[in-house]
């Protein structure tokens, strides 16, 4: 059984290195020696996961609660423990200083195994109800109790999902390449790779790596097939009912830079302003619906489920689809924000499907009776999608709004027909690619009217004052910088809120979602792990030297949550620069 501490090399050695090629070849010297057993594990661990990607179970374990167990396995005061926790800014830091500073005392000698770790870890968001909150102390508390100098940071930083080793998804992928198909050597002097064979091989293997974790979003499926081999690998399909990444697109600002980068001619579809939908049926007739994060939100929309069943026949399928809000007096389709509400819904589900009716339009099907179609051209899929939905009907369940042409006069009726009818544009697509799980593709581009809201991650807060102390009221919020790979800040934004809670956004709401993530607390100040996204909508993006991002914006407004998206998906450093310049 393999001691912990041994993966805690493999940790440190992760992050004492920026360089790329050193972190795979230490990952895949790693990985090469290792028993089939551990494969699953370990791939998981050195992600910093307990989970794959697909599964929504989340540890669920606050700073909060840590501090909790850290107390059990110190005997520390809590005051002393923030207090190391300030100094280190790092909690995983702080917990190994004060445990380590403990076993002075107490040494308990017994070796920490990867599975005694993985297995209290997994047991953490098993438990719920009454008493759970003492359970799970307990548990993290044992792991304390047994662990040494970095192993308690690593263990915290588990916990709390926050690893930090930089070990990407691409890292992840070629170090499985090298550790089982001998396709490169490390040149450490040079900081280079080494072929074995040729860079067609090379890339081949990296390929069918990458197409098996499309397909199973998941290294500990992957991995096993790899030690088995390339056949073994080609042969991972996606498997109905485990959601795939959906495929995004990027962003052009002209009907020309659409054309130019989709090809003529193209197919137009409306860009929906609504939530996406990766919608399964498994051999068993069972309908499953994920969100663009794979979350399943099958029990919020039991409308959905109905539609798809009575208008798509066939055994098993999965398609693409977007969900748009309507109003049901009026018909008129209503922005994102109006259904936002139904995604997390636990009660009233019924009267909220009457109150905020969708209408599904289907653009996209993956797989269709034992058939995955990822590779069949577009316009193949859409003529499949087209013959297997009976009955389409306007309000109830749809193919997306479509045209194909090579005119750009006929692209820019189109797009003003759909901003007219309350679309947030268009979406232009090239004829014959393939879908692409988890890419922003070129062959897939969005047009959107200009000023349209942007999304940005809350990295930071402030507790209000007076009525509202006991709540978060204003938020410090980010857009990405995908060079560096960070979230820069942008500015602060309360305003709005107050209006929103209609839509079931609130103060009280936004703290309860930021309290489990704060990172930092300093007087009134909070810093929280990038996780919540909102939109966002301003009067005019200004240079400034207050923020990171070197911008600012003026009278912000909040105007929804986006539970939907991810962190990553916020706009970028680079977008905000381009809106500025064009302003
Ligand atoms: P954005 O969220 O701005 O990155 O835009 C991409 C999103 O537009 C996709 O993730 C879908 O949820 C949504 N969308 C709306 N209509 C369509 C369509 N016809 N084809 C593809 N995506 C669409």
Known sequence: MMKYSDLVKIYEQLESTTKRLEKINCLSDFLRNLDKKELEKIILLVQGKIFPDWNETKIGVSSQL??????????KREKDIINEW???????????????KKSQFTLISKDLTVDKVFTNLRKLPTLEGMGSVDSKIKLIAELLSYSKLNETKYIIRTILEELRVGLGEGTVRDSIGWAFF?????????????????????NHVLDTIQEAYDMSNDFSVVIKKAKEGLDSLKKVDLSVGTPIKVMLAQKVDSIKEGFSR?????????????????????????????????????????????????HIKEKNFVIDSEAVGYDPSTKKYLPFQNISKR????????KMSKKYPVELNIFDV???????????????????????LKNPEKYIIKAAEQIITDSEKKSKEFYENAVDRGMEGIMMKNLTSHYKPGKRVGHMVKLKSS??????????????????????????????????????EIGKVGTGIKELEEQ??????????????????????????????????????QKSPSYSSGFALRFPRVISLREDKDPSEVHTLGEINKLYEEQ
């Open 366 to 388: 993956l797989y269709l009776n034992g058939k995955n179609l990822i590779k069949r051209p577009f316009k193949e899929r859409r003529k499949i999608l087209d013959k297997i």
């Open 451 to 488: 000023k349209d809201p942007l999304d940005f991650v809350i990295t930071g807060a402030e507790w209000g004052t007076g009525k509202r102390g006991k709540w978060l009221s204003s938020f410090l919020v980010s857009v990405l910088d995908k060079e560096k790979n960070e979230y820069l």
């Open 504 to 541: 079931g956004l609130t103060f009280r709401k936004l703290t309860s979602l930021l309290n489990p993530l704060i990172i930092e607390e300093k007087g009134k100040t909070v810093k929280v792990k990038p996780e919540i996204v909102i939109s966002v909508v301003y009067e005019e993006i």
């Open 262 to 310: 989709v090809e003529k001619p193209a197919a137009l579809e409306y860009k929906y302003d609504g939530f996406r939908m990766q919608i399964h049926k498994n051999k068993e007739g069972a309908i499953m619906i994920f969100t663009r994060r794979l979350e399943n939100v099958t029990n919020q929309f039991p409308e959905v489920v109905g539609y798809v069943k009575e």
């Open 86 to 100: 300030k100094n280190t800014g790092d909690l995983g830091e702080a917990a190994a200083s004060l445990v380590n």
């Open 66 to 75: 840590v501090i909790k167990a850290l107390k059990v396995a110190t005997g």
């Open 343 to 350: 995604i997390k819904r636990k009660y009233n589900i019924e």
């Open 182 to 202: 001998n396709i490169a050597e490390y040149n450490k002097k040079e900081n280079k790779v080494e072929m074995k064979k040729d860079r067609e091989y090379y």
